[in-house]
């Protein structure tokens, strides 16, 4: 496939606009920046300059969603979003999130306290060089303190003018509708793809309540992509590859989806891209969802 782009038509444009929080319209086809970094999304990535030039090229070819996180790296990520594109192009939403910590390659903890949520707020401001962040996503719900408490801060924040709009990441339906109670939630990131869709529920609940929903980990792994196999098939006939497949199943399978690949090569990204104009009949899509579901981890209840 191809994903070359003209001013008037970038390719991520063809993935379709969806507005988070009603106000906020971004192409859905996005990109995760947990892969700017290095290995176990610990420190600096491999080529820091390949980094930065996978950012702008995203940008160039139309995708104004980039998800990020303060964790990852930690700090890397966000610092290597601002050296890449600050000043920002007018449009594109920087989506964050707070509320993991960090002791080494691999390894994440949740804090939910007010106090320490405030200053991861205050401590991305300063690192995506913002006055405002447009999405910020509470990484991960601390067992260990009241959901509302943590909210709290975050909505104190929000009405501080320092947060646009508040998201959750990791989440199950009771737990977006006791969030809610505190204050208002615009998406949910989860896990899921092709061969996981455990979070099936939580999918139907913000496609439901126009919620958006960001699947991380969106390209599937294990048999179902392998070469040869039926998906690959598939893909052939419209000589494209099996994540650009797996990328267009979750751009058909819910108007509210909002993919965020992520990779550290330029190469890659526009692979990943191409998946926004590749189109299959229905009969086509429902193939793709039968033959990867008899692979797939599914929970209808959650």
């Given at each position: 496939m191809k994903t070359k782009s003209?001013?008037?038509?970038?390719?991520a444009a063809a993935s379709g606009v969806f507005k988070?929080?009603?106000?906020?319209?971004?192409?859905?086809?996005?990109f995760g920046a947990m892969?700017?970094?290095?290995?176990?999304?610990?420190?600096?990535?491999?080529?820091?300059?390949e980094a930065r030039r996978v950012l702008q090229k995203a940008v160039e070819l139309g995708v104004n969603l980039i998800d990020t996180a303060d964790s990852y790296g930690p700090e890397v990520s966000e610092r290597l979003i601002a050296e890449a594109l600050h000043p920002y192009p007018k449009g594109l939403v920087i989506g964050t999130k707070g509320g993991l910590t960090r002791s080494g390659p691999e390894k994440w903890a949740p804090v939910g306290r007010p106090e320490y949520l405030q200053q991861c707020v205050e401590m991305s401001l300063r690192r995506l060089k913002l006055d405002r962040?447009?999405?910020?996503?509470l990484h991960r719900i601390d067992p260990k303190v009241p959901v509302a408490e943590t909210l709290g801060a975050l909505k104190a924040l929000q009405q501080a003018g320092k947060?646009?709009?508040i998201g959750l990441s990791e989440v199950t339906v009771e737990q977006i509708e006791q969030a809610k109670q505190t204050v208002e939630i615009v998406s949910v990131q989860n896990l899921y793809n092709l061969g996981n869709r455990q979070s099936a529920a939580v999918l139907d609940y913000c496609t439901r309540h126009g919620l958006g929903f960001i699947p991380w980990f969106p390209l599937a792994a294990g048999k179902m992509v392998q070469p040869g196999g039926a998906l690959d098939q598939i893909a052939q006939r419209h000589q494209a590859t099996v994540s650009q497949l797996a990328l267009a199943w979750l751009l058909h399978h819910s108007p509210v989806m909002l993919p965020i690949p992520g990779t550290s090569s330029v190469a890659h990204l526009e692979e990943n891209l191409g998946a926004a104009a590749l189109q299959l009949s229905d009969g086509e899509w429902a193939e793709v969802t039968r033959v990867s579901a008899s692979h797939s981890i599914i929970r209808a209840g959650q």
């Open positions: 003209s001013p008037d038509q970038p390719v988070i929080g009603g106000d906020l319209p971004v192409h859905r086809l996005g892969r700017i970094t290095g290995p176990g999304v610990w420190g600096e990535p491999k080529d820091p300059a962040i447009d999405l910020y996503q947060i646009r709009h």
